[in-house]
């Protein structure tokens, strides 16, 4: 029983005891510079005090009004959000006191938010859509790579022959120097299909490393 009275003495104590921390962290990602713990010893938070923190003390009797404020919600043009979202802090820490941000600096949470969700998106339309990226078999992958590689050494050999044998038909007193310059002409063709093939894998580059990006940074 003596043991039971002191444990529940002891619980009295740190009710008693417990306070309220706010924080604002401007460093963080905005919507989410606001942070707070609750039933905290003051001692506790004295011990490891957080230099963004200031702690609401009871003494100071506004914590009833400080936890209200940040169980609240907030209702904006886009949407009802939890009022940490949009909560500041007012004062020098550590005696600062958690508050509604102003309409300008909600605003700008908002369009913080809307330039997220708009990534967000693009990443998940870039997934659908590149043909790299949206959730084929490794196989069909591979297939659509060699599909496009034998496609441009096809037309680089069939153009180079078609072209030769034009070459190769002449019939002219400099037949010698027009076959020369012929063949040189078809090497150039020729170079200019490789070129081709060039630009081919360049796009297939962007596709991959587009399909990375969403992919890491639309998670």
Known sequence: MLALAVVLLLSVISVASAEL???FDSARALGN???SYDHVDPAQFAAAADPNCSL???ASGEIPAQRSLIASTVTRPSGTYPAPVYLKLEGTNPNALAMLMTEPEMQQIDDARALQQTQ????ADEKQNNEFCNNQLLTQVTQKLQQRQTTFQDAAN???ATIQGQIDAL???NLTTMKQMGTALNTATFDDVAANLINDLYD???HLTRCIT???GGR
Do not use: D, M
């Open 56 to 58: 609401v003390t009871k």
């Open 120 to 123: 967000q998106q693009a990443f």
């Open 171 to 173: 019939s002219t007193a």
């Open 33 to 35: 510079q606001f942070y």
């Open 214 to 216: 969403a992919r890491t």
């Open 158 to 160: 069939n153009k180079q």
């Open 21 to 23: 921390v706010v924080c």
């Open 204 to 206: 297939i580059a962007i």
